[in-house]
């Protein structure tokens, strides 16, 4: 172990106390989970994994799950930018606050089942999920099961078709600090299918630290679609991990343009052959914020596909990062993967760390990765700004023109719509 990882090892080790403090689970799992972080099996794999985001990041956001009761009134004015979204009306709603679920609003045609369940369960979950994954490094995924008070399902019946999901995440921190743990358990039963938009927003300083792990079982399909605004000094740390089985669909778009600093994990197993994910999103960062997107594809069966963009719109002095990974198996014959990373810089002072990677022990595949980084191309600048448009409304145009490679890759015309212009409401500086 050299110093690095032993100065890493050192900071998991002060978390021990204050998590026995905060955790759902008793202390003995506590114990356990630490030791599992740093044990020497896996320190070399969690080293890398947060090579560009300090640990240190994590610290306070171990607190009790603030559980305040449902303010109606702020809610909705917190909905209100989304009134104008058809999806919206057509859709399940379901409000999450401070880490507390509110009553779900059901339309009766749709098929959608949410139930609450204790978080004992969720020691199980990480064990079927550690077995079938190849990475064994799932630290937010544990502080996660540590932390959370519940687990939210969320579960499409067989054969259940087109159905829609309007998720609203949301914290209240306007009278005192939050940090919330909120950890659901979707589940696609064969042949069903579920179009799911994920919000997450609030007021003051918090801390938000969701976790989804999905199955999508065979046959089915999985749109979800993530918009993250948060407040200028809020905290987020959470992640995604899908599970795909055969002719199975995940399908996932990330939008990410609020916070201090934000990290997100992505991981997909497709597990059966003819399995398919989609990893795609934009980020824009301003000023000092920061934000993270670690990803990992497991191909582990024969003919799976997937594919990744991710574009970078930074200024000011932000910083965004970049970390992805294609696994493929000796059994994944056939594997189609594809990686891009694309990163604007509209300051001297923006930063990007990008590493893409694949991992093939297949010998029929079909792999790609890359990663591009540059500034506003001064000849296209120059060409508009000869005809008379506005220097503001010019770089606007541009990198309008950068993030919709990326927003194209959305189906729903309408959300498509949508997040193009919310992306880029706010300025660039």
Partial sequence: MNAKQAAFVSQIDKWEEELKNHASLESGAVHDIIQQLHSSAFLPELYESWKYTSLHKLDGFFQKTHSSSIQEKWVTEQLERYNSL???QEATQLVVLNGKVGEPIRPSHRDILVFIEEPCSQKEALAWWQTESPSKVHTLYLLNILLARQVIHIRIPKGAAHQKLF??????????NVVSHTHYAITLEEGSSL?????ASGEGSYGHHPFLTIKVEKGASFHHVRLFDHSSSARG??????????????DSFLCLKGGEFHRNEVRVILAGEHAKAHVNGVQVLRNTQQADITSYI???APHTASRQTIKNVISGKAKGIFQGKIYVDRAAQKT???????????SDIAEIDAKPELEIYADDVKCSHGATVGALNAEQLFFLRSRGIPLEEARNLLVSAFVTEAFD???????????????????LE
Avoid: C, P, W
């Avoid at 740390?237 to 995940?250: I, R």
């Fill in 86 to 88: 058809t999806f919206l």
């Fill in 298 to 300: 497991a191909h582990m």
């Fill in 237 to 250: 740390f959470g992640g995604v991990y899908a599970y795909v089985a055969e002719h199975g669909v995940y």
């Fill in 409 to 427: 890759l959305i189906e729903n015309e309408e959300l498509r719509a949508f997040l193009d212009h919310f992306s880029l409401s706010t300025g």
């Fill in 336 to 346: 189609d993967g594809y990686q891009m990373n694309q990163a604007l810089l509209l």
């Fill in 167 to 176: 998720l609203a995440d949301l914290q209240d921190a306007r009278k005192e």
């Fill in 195 to 199: 179009e799911m938009v994920e919000v």
